[in-house]
Structures are given as C-alpha cells and as structure tokens.
C-alpha cells in the first residue's frame, strides 16, 4: 500500500515564509518527475511544480522566483520551500507521483492572511 502525506501547512502572514514536506511510502528514487499541486476553494487543482531526475525544475508562473521545489531520494521526501507568500497563495497543497494510476496526498493547508 502506496501512501504520501504531506505536512508543514499552517497560517502565515503575507511575505512569511513555509517548507511543504511530502514523505512517500516507497522509493522516489526511479521516477522520472515529482510535483506540487494547489486547489484553491472553488477552482481547479493546479500544478505549482515538478522536478525531474535530472534536476530539471519548472515553475508556475506565478510561483516563479517565490518557491523552490526540491527532493531527497534518501529520504523519499518531496519539499516545497514557499517565500514571499501572498494571500492569493491560499489553497490546499498536494503532492504528487505520476504512478499508474497516479498518487495523490490528503493535502496539507496554507493560508496566507493578516
């Protein structure tokens, strides 16, 4: 049984800062792209960012410059490092391998507010 949780959410001022940790239940260290996702209430899931092998990374042109995605196959562990943060960054954060079928999270919260 193939599980991932993430963690590390939690209410943040705007410009503060948070590290999403994704801890999977099997080895990472064979597939090819790692990602982030968000789902804001009310709209669609929407990629944030994957890495690759290789240390191929890309980015969502709203994170760009703000978060940075990175992994450690010893630990088989995904993280997201979130700087700058801005309240439109508010959403439930998954991670993601693209198994067959792919597996998803139970997500961890980010709010971002004053």
């Known amino acids: 049984q193939v599980q991932l949780v993430e963690s590390g959410g939690g209410l943040v001022q705007p410009g503060g800062s948070l590290r999403l940790s994704c801890v999977s239940s099997r080895s990472i260290f064979n597939i090819g792209t790692v990602g982030w996702y968000r789902q804001a209430p009310g709209k669609q899931r929407e990629l944030v960012a994957t890495?690759?092998?290789?240390?191929?990374?890309n980015y969502a042109d709203s994170v760009k410059g703000r978060f940075t995605i990175s992994r450690d196959n010893a630990k088989n562990t995904v993280y997201l490092q979130m700087n700058s943060l801005k309240p439109e960054d508010t959403a439930v954060y998954y991670c993601?391998?693209?198994?067959?079928?792919?597996?998803w999270g139970q997500g961890t919260q980010v709010t971002v507010s004053s």
């Open positions: 993601n391998l693209p198994l067959s079928p792919p597996l």
């Open positions: 890495m690759t092998r290789s240390g191929s990374l």
